[in-house]
């Protein structure tokens, strides 16, 4: 199942990127800084390793499943070829 290795978010409105499963393969990593909760959908405001900011956006239950919480440091991808 695909889903359950790479998700894809959004940093910002210009870049897509993908928060990966554990032990994937990956570009950097962020700490997660907030999570907001809607209906069906999480917005992650993460902090990346070059001090950028970024915000992922994840279904509820995606988030659900990899256990995220503030403070959490996650593998995520920064270009949309890492995810193929």
Do not use: F, N
Request: hydrophobic fraction near 40%.
């Amino acid at each position: 199942m695909q889903s359950a290795y790479k998700r894809r978010a959004t940093v910002s409105t210009r870049t897509a990127v993908g928060i990966a499963s554990h032990g994937c393969r990956h570009d950097t990593e962020g700490i997660i800084r907030e999570i907001a909760r809607s209906e069906d959908q999480v917005e992650i405001d993460l902090l990346l390793a070059d001090g950028t900011h970024a915000t992922a956006r994840l279904d509820a239950l995606e988030c659900t499943w990899l256990e995220l919480r503030v403070g959490d440091i996650v593998p995520v991808h920064t270009s949309l070829a890492s995810l193929r």
